[in-house]
């Protein structure tokens, strides 16, 4: 194909992909990432990584491990809502959120879709056989590397991606293919003195350099399955999963609020929900309810302690007898363990009964050979309780 050729068949697909809802599309080499070998090394070796990444490091630099000779990487972003058009209304249970990057349906299958249908596109377009490899974040490929590269935005120092039109309140996906392009021009920082994200993140995750540790990362945090270490617990607030610190405070963020996609509207009852109710949630109605959001995809155990964590963040003295209630009639330690914190942090008064329910419960723990760090919420709340008196 023509060099001119290729400029048309650029500029068809970038018409095509705006009919498609596609907010931004861009186009760059399929050369590797080389250049980011050395950081991620480091990252790992200091213990920085979250472990959700794609393991190889190797085929998350090079794009021709993971595709027969690829020319081109095309990158998309979707603009997302920071804002909810309605509240969920006021009962006599407390609320949890989850990040604005799980409103609406999961991310990953709304970008698929607007991918396949770009893909279908540019098969109808191009006219020739050609080959594609769609991804979003659980592919190999860094999504902000490809994507800054491609000119969407920059790389902010909080990690995130940064468009001028729309903030860094967006979705990445990216393609391969054996199609070639004319790049588009990379944009480098603009993020200048600013330290906005990493003032006010409150475990200090961000490093300043754009790479963040993961393991302090409170959207990490939200996202494990076993004992949350207490120091993040009360930085959550009643966030149940996620984080949007390092993104509100940032000023390329201020007035950003778009409503373009129907399916990444928040549903208030879903995006903020009752607390109380979700400790005893069935997987049925969990599934039901929060399946198709992208904050489902530990399933319901992290949420769950999550949830009460929250409700002893938000002070919810009224839920102690159904966190008595998790306490003796759940299955799972982890749950129970952080049920037990939650009565050390809402106990006001000295409560032998509460006490002597709590001595009951670490002895059987005890004899179910309960980990140390689960059987240490359960002296640290019967303590707590005891010097009240």
């Known amino acids: 194909m023509s060099a001119l050729a290729n400029a048309q068949l650029k500029q068809q697909i970038i018409e095509a992909s705006q009919e498609i809802g596609i907010d931004k599309i861009g186009f760059t080499t399929a050369n590797n990432f080389e250049h980011l070998r050395s ?86 377009l191009s006219q020739n056989a050609v080959d594609f490899k769609p991804m979003v974040d659980t592919g190999e490929l860094i999504d902000v590397a490809v994507a800054q590269r491609a000119g969407l935005g920059f790389i902010g120092k909080n990690g995130l991606l940064i468009t001028e039109e729309f903030g860094s309140f967006v979705y990445l996906g990216e393609i391969i293919t054996d199609l070639e392009f004319e790049p588009d021009r990379p ?80 549903d208030p009852e879903k995006v903020s929900p009752e607390l109380v109710p979700l400790l005893t949630i069935s997987n049925r109605d969990f599934k039901e309810t929060f399946g198709q959001m992208a904050g489902s995809w530990r399933g319901k155990k992290p949420l769950q302690r999550n949830a009460l964590i929250a409700l002893a963040n938000l002070g919810d003295r009224s839920a102690l007898p159904q966190i008595l209630a998790v306490i003796d009639n759940d299955p799972r330690p982890v749950i129970r363990a952080t049920g037990a914190y939650a009565v050390g942090r809402l106990v006001r008064e000295y409560n032998p009964e509460i006490i002597d329910f709590l001595e009951d419960k670490y002895t059987q723990e005890m004899s179910e050979g309960a980990t140390e760090e689960c059987s240490l919420e359960y002296r640290t709340a019967i303590q707590k309780i005891s010097d009240l008196k």
């Open 187 to 266: 944009l480098k920082s603009q993020c200048g003195d600013c330290t906005r994200c990493i003032d006010y993140c409150p475990p200090n995750a961000l490093l300043g350099d754009g790479r963040l540790n993961a393991q302090k990362c409170l959207s990490y945090q939200t996202q494990t399955k076993g004992m949350m270490p207490e120091k993040y617990r009360p930085m959550i607030h009643n966030v149940i999963y996620g984080c949007d610190i390092c993104q509100l405070v940032c000023p390329f963020n201020r007035g950003k609020d778009q409503h373009f996609h129907s399916d990444m509207e928040p």
């Open 39 to 124: 950081s991620l090394v480091a990252q790992k070796a200091a213990g920085h990584t979250s472990g959700f990444e794609h393991q190889n490091l190797d085929e998350r630099l090079e794009p021709g491990l993971i595709f027969n000779k690829p020319r081109s990487i095309i990158a998309i972003a979707l603009a997302y809502p920071t804002k909810m058009k309605k509240r969920p209304p006021r009962t006599k249970y407390k609320r949890g959120h989850f990040a604005r990057a799980s409103w609406g349906d999961d991310y990953h299958a709304v970008l698929r879709k607007k991918m396949a249908a770009l893909i279908e596109k540019i098969k109808e």
